[in-house]
């Protein structure tokens, strides 16, 4: 087993025991009788009114919400959230993420950056394995869209009601949330939803015993009689049809009339609408997924398509293209208590368009979620040069010295001493840096090929100068300073775990304005990883309308973050959830009219 594995696991233990002793678990499977395993399915499914195609953050709400007067089949590639403690569990975080299968909750992939990331593959998708803050989107992103407010807000709630709630704030996230104040994150907006400048308390998918709720469960709001869910039900291609058009002059444009999916024996597997005019199939598939899916459909870059052999249906470069992943970069905080176990609950939003965000009490926090080697991309690829081309992305360098750091310290109390602590991390809103989107195989169970270019615009870096300076501010800010051992407090076993910490941080020179500067440019470029915010691949505008259609096909939508341009709000998850019920509610009432009742 790996050295950082051990601390791991021991951390892990410390956390759960610390974390359960306390804890009932008050919820279980909720036996939805409408959810099947995809080998029970039969080879041919007909009549659906929707078949919505990716079982997460917009798919779960976008289901319920139209079954409520029309047939919908949901297909989900992975498996149940319920009685998987992985996911169930606040301290199974950094496990899910860790756990890579062929049936895991978190499938790994590494972009083309050279940085490791995680998707969802589990009903719930994103909720059931994030770090479950929940926050609503900025209102210039709702304007932007061009969204009802109304119709948003009351989205909002039906999603908050049955998912989240607020913590209870510790140690570690109240010295945070002081120290962010006295850096000058102000004025303190206390427990909202709402995306304010300032210091805040958000929301949360995990209730006061560390239980998850995820996207999955607003499927208690579904009808049973109209709904169908298949679980390990991996679409690899839709299906066409030509449709014909009364404007002379004018082509007929392909109509999308059903899926093929594969099950977990590799059996196959075909679903189709009904021959309602109004039927859709609805993409839901997440950020890498859904252009992922167009582009096996035939839908994407002629160029690219030709290449693996796939018949076009319609040629859109813009079908993987403005891919984005907001760059993150953490100060681990060694501190001389033990602080409870939690997760993003603390967050100051800046008026410059960074985010500093908190999390605590785990190993993990510490020592991140990163594995094997260095890796050094020194090759330009067809995605173009970038900025961590040359260059060593070093997060997993700086863990490895604290974990050796760790080790070196003698089993027992002073052991655990030594995994005690937090994370203060930066994320940059945006970002301004796109990257691209491509197939690396035929099979939609197979991660696509991703590059996003992190930090490619000066304008990221500079947001990651001014962010990281501010969260340089608040650790050392009073509140904070006074969890930290200082040189003359430190257990003299504890010096080298202290010394691998501070190392960690960006090297600072007051002397020299201009190589201080450049001293925290390259450490933003060294130590980036990700916060699981990724998105694009298929823009409004670019590949779909203001309604989420797809451009240039019929009974075809997209509707999930790859839609989106910048990340909304400081995390993305809860506009996710909005956005399923939201557009179900706008479907309902196209339909339906003054008759949906919603």
Request: net charge negative; with cysteine; proline share 6%.
């Amino acid at each position: 087993m790996a050295k950082w594995r051990i601390v791991y696991v021991l951390g892990l233990l410390q956390a759960m025991f610390g974390l359960c002793s306390n804890a009932q678990r008050i919820y279980g499977d909720p036996n939805y009788p409408f959810v099947r395993n995809a080998t029970q399915a039969p080879p041919l499914l007909l009549d659906y009114d929707y078949i919505i195609i990716g079982g997460g953050t917009a798919g779960c709400p976008l289901a319920a919400t139209l079954s409520q007067n029309f047939t919908v089949l949901l297909l989900e590639r992975g498996g149940s959230p319920y009685s998987n403690p992985l996911v169930e569990n606040l301290v199974g975080f950094y496990p899910n993420l860790q756990t890579n299968t062929p049936t895991s909750a978190s499938q790994q992939f590494t972009s083309e950056d050279g940085v490791p990331n995680n998707r969802a593959r589990v009903l719930g998708g994103g909720s059931a394995i994030n770090a479950g803050f929940f926050t609503f989107a900025d209102p210039q992103f709702v304007a932007n869209a061009g969204w009802d407010v109304a119709l948003v807000n009351a989205s909002f709630a039906w999603v908050a009601d049955e998912v989240a709630q607020f913590p209870t704030v510790g140690v570690f996230q109240g010295a945070a949330r002081d120290a962010l104040l006295e850096a000058g994150v102000t004025p303190y907006n206390g427990q909202t939803y709402e995306h304010v400048i300032g210091t805040k308390v958000g929301g949360s998918l995990f209730d006061s015993n560390g239980h998850r709720h995820t996207a999955a469960d607003l499927l208690t709001y579904a009808n049973p009689e109209n709904i169908d869910v298949y679980l390990y039900a991996t679409v690899q291609q839709l299906l066409f049809a030509e449709s014909p058009t009364d404007v002379p002059g004018q082509q007929p444009q392909p109509r999308a009339i059903g899926v093929l999916y594969t099950d977990l024996e590799g059996n196959n597997h075909t679903a189709l609408l009904s021959e309602n005019p109004q039927s859709e199939v609805i993409v839901s598939a997440g950020a890498l997924g859904s252009p992922q899916l167009l582009m096996l459909s035939g839908i994407g870059p002629t160029d690219h398509l030709d290449f693996f052999n796939i018949s076009i249906v319609l040629d859109n470069p813009s079908v993987g293209s403005r891919m984005a992943d907001n760059p993150t970069n953490s100060l681990w905080v060694l501190t001389n208590e033990a602080v409870e176990v939690s997760l993003i609950e603390v967050v100051g939003i800046t008026s410059f368009g960074s985010y500093i965000e908190v999390s605590s009490g785990q190993t993990e926090a510490l020592l991140g979620v990163l594995e094997g080697d260095t890796i050094n991309f020194t090759t330009p690829t067809e995605y173009g040069d970038n900025k961590l081309n040359d260059r060593p992305v070093t997060a997993q360098v700086l863990q490895s010295r604290i974990v050796a750091a760790i080790l070196e310290t003698p089993s027992g109390p002073l052991r655990a001493q030594a995994t005690w602590g937090g994370t203060i991390l930066q994320k940059i809103w945006g970002p301004q840096s796109w990257g691209l989107l491509r197939l690396a195989s035929l099979d939609a169970g197979d991660n696509p090929r991703v590059r996003f270019n992190y930090f490619q615009e000066e304008v990221d870096l500079d947001t990651c100068e001014q962010g990281i300076r501010l969260a340089m501010d608040a650790v050392e800010a009073p509140a904070l300073s006074s969890l930290q051992y200082t040189n003359d407090s430190v257990p003299p076993l504890l010096t080298p775990v202290r010394e691998a910490v501070l190392a960690s941080w960006p090297p600072r020179d007051s002397s020299n304005v201009t190589q201080d500067s450049i001293n925290i440019r390259e450490w933003c470029l060294d130590s980036v990883t990700t916060i699981w915010h990724y998105h694009g691949g298929c823009l409004v505008g670019d590949v779909v309308d203001r309604d989420y259609r797809v451009m240039g096909v019929q009974a075809l939508r997209v509707i999930d973050g790859s839609t989106f341009g910048q990340s909304p709000g400081t995390n993305p998850q809860a506009t996710v959830m909005m956005l399923g019920r939201y557009m179900g509610v706008q479907i309902l009432r196209e339909r339906l009219g003054s008759e949906a009742g919603v």
